[in-house]
């Protein structure tokens, strides 16, 4: 078990109880047999571990002393409001829940995410060190792969795939990298400096995945859920600027702002007819012409 998730799992287990005794601590780290080879949680060791998750992470976990020495987060917000610090900590700690419990594996099920160890610590040690990295590229129109220089800007985990957002330096332009279709990577003592102002998250405000299309502009769009599909659409938003705008029970409608770019459309035809494309009329165009293509593969059925 690295440190990691010994952190993780410290800051999950206070989280979840809200405020904890140092002994309820122990007890429940002793109980967990895959994680502490039923070893109590020294006071010593938490307190290392309190200071560690600190410099890690900035999450204080502070001490309520009227009462019984009650441990607390401090700071919840700090994790609630960094998605990426929230994402990771609830990965480790769903992680820890399944090390507790692999006598179930055969009852838990998961998704392989292609690429996620094969280039992605090189490419983050590249980013974190804004060095060029030289890759090998298949990508899925070519019948062989290429070779290409790349300054790498960021990366993002989109439908169980991890992608590199990069500029190009063969064709000075901004493309985006399926890291399961890098064959190879080599990082270079070339240096590059990021552009001014870049924020990977304002990068792709406006798009539904991680596709990016600058004749595809930003828009108001409004869908229609039925009854059925509706709370699926509430509990997970399609997109960050997804609104509810009108419920009556039978269908809700939702307001988005983005490019309707051609995973946004292969999302929307995901899900049948239980969305329709209230507007912009184009956007209901593009998915009439699809339904109809679709409709054509089976006519004659």
Not at 28 to 35: D, F, G, M, T
Not at 140 to 163: A, D, T
Not at 175 to 197: F, M, Q
Not at 278 to 297: A, F, G, H, Q, V
Request: charged residues 25%; aromatic residues 12%.
């Amino acid at each position: 078990m690295t440190q990691l998730q010994k952190y993780t799992w410290l800051i999950d287990t206070i989280k979840r109880a809200g405020k904890i005794s140092h002994k309820e601590l122990s007890d429940k780290w002793e109980q967990c047999k895959e994680l502490s080879d039923c070893k109590p949680l020294h006071r010593a060791t938490f307190n290392r571990w309190r200071d560690a998750i600190f410099s890690l992470f900035g999450i204080i976990i502070d001490c309520q002393r009227p009462g019984g020495y009650l441990y607390f987060i401090a700071n919840p917000e700090d994790i609630d409001e960094d998605e990426l610090k929230k994402w990771m900590l609830d990965t480790f700690a769903v992680g820890n829940v399944i090390g507790e419990n692999l006598a179930l594996k055969d009852r838990i099920l998961v998704n392989r995410i292609p690429s996620g160890q094969n280039h992605l610590t090189t490419i983050l040690e590249a980013m974190k060190d804004n060095c060029v990295v030289n890759i090998e590229y298949q990508a899925f129109n070519y019948s062989r792969s290429y070779s290409i220089s790349i300054e790498p800007y960021c990366v993002k985990l989109y439908e169980n795939r991890w992608y590199m957002l990069g500029h190009n330096l063969n064709k000075d332009t901004i493309r985006i990298y399926g890291l399961d279709r890098i064959e190879a990577v080599e990082i270079t003592p070339r240096k590059y400096k990021l552009p001014a102002g870049f924020s990977a998250a304002n990068y792709f405000a406006s798009s539904f995945g991680i596709v990016t299309d600058d004749r595809i502009k930003p828009e108001r769009i409004v869908i229609r859920a039925n009854a059925d599909h509706a709370p699926y659409l509430k509990s997970l938003p399609l997109h960050h600027s997804q609104r509810l705008i009108n419920d009556n029970g039978n269908y809700a409608d939702f307001e988005l702002f983005l490019s309707p770019t051609y995973d946004f459309v292969m999302r929307l035809l995901h899900v049948g007819a239980m969305i329709e494309v209230i507007s912009p009329e184009s956007l209901r165009k593009t998915m009439k012409c699809w339904i109809s293509d679709m409709y054509n593969l089976y006519r004659n059925d």
